[in-house]
T-cell receptor
Framework: KNEVEQSPQNLTAQEGEFITINCSYS?????LHWLQQHPGGGIVSLFM???GKKKHGRLIATINIQEKHSSLHITASHPRDSAVYIC???????????FGPGTSLSVIP | ETGVTQTPRHLVMGMTNKKSLKCEQH?????MYWYKQSAKKPLELMFV???????ENNSVPSRFSPECPNSSHLFLHLHTLQPEDSALYLC???????????FGSGTRLTVV
């Protein structure tokens, strides 16, 4: 079993839909990152969370440390949001980052 | 541009070649990282440098050799690679180890 899992693996949405991507992990962590990878490979760091909720524009990230779960929400989705979204956690026992497998999002006009 | 620049963007090399990947950041960050992303696999951390000292090496084969001459530059020297080493190689930096990352655009490496 992978230490970091994401769901869904692939997601297709209509423009304007509300999107949720989930991340669950099985290790103790000090922080969780959400990353966005566009076709071609470039990666952008969206959020780093250790508790609660963060919002940036149409993106919202939440984390529940007790349940070992985080969600990334996109409101009013747009085709330019099409990308792979990656959850990455930093383990508390050792300063090591573990990446999830990614969720491939396609937003159709 | 994110502030982390990687060159070249694309590289095709034979198994007997020696080449180097370069990463440069002028964000004042103290930690730099090399990651490998193979098709359909999660990102894999290869090396971590903190204040120019290698602090992590994730069982990477010796045909990959990192070099960090100063806090702004990071190299990945490649020699006698295998076709399975074909992947996207990403460099990242952060203010301190483990804090928010800034990634470069990556080098798409093909070994023939």
């Amino acid at each position: 079993k992978n230490e970091v899992e994401q769901s869904p693996q692939n997601l297709t949405a209509q423009e304007g839909e509300f999107i949720t991507i989930n991340c669950s992990y099985s290790v103790g962590i000090s922080a969780l990152h959400w990353l966005q990878q566009h076709p071609g490979g470039g990666i952008v760091s969206l959020f780093m969370l250790s508790s609660g909720k963060k919002k940036h524009g149409r993106l919202i990230a939440t984390i529940n440390i007790q349940e070992k779960h985080s969600s990334l929400h996109i409101t009013a989705s747009h085709p330019r949001d099409s990308a792979v979204y990656i959850c990455a956690v930093m383990k508390t026992s050792y300063d090591k980052v573990i990446f999830g497998p990614g969720t491939s999002l396609s937003v159709i006009p | 541009e994110t502030g982390v620049t990687q060159t070249p963007r694309h590289l095709v090399m034979g198994m007997t070649n020696k080449k180097s990947l370069k990463c440069e950041q002028h964000l004042g960050h103290n930690a730099m990282y090399w990651y490998k992303q193979s098709a359909k696999k999660p990102l894999e951390l290869m090396f971590v440098y903190s204040l120019e000292e290698r602090v992590e090496n994730n069982s990477v084969p010796s045909r990959f050799s990192p070099e960090c001459p100063n806090s702004s530059h990071l190299f990945l020297h490649l020699h006698t690679l295998q076709p399975e080493d074909s992947a996207l190689y990403l460099c990242a930096s952060s203010q301190a180890k483990g804090q928010g990352y800034t990634f470069g655009s990556g080098t798409r490496l093909t070994v023939v």
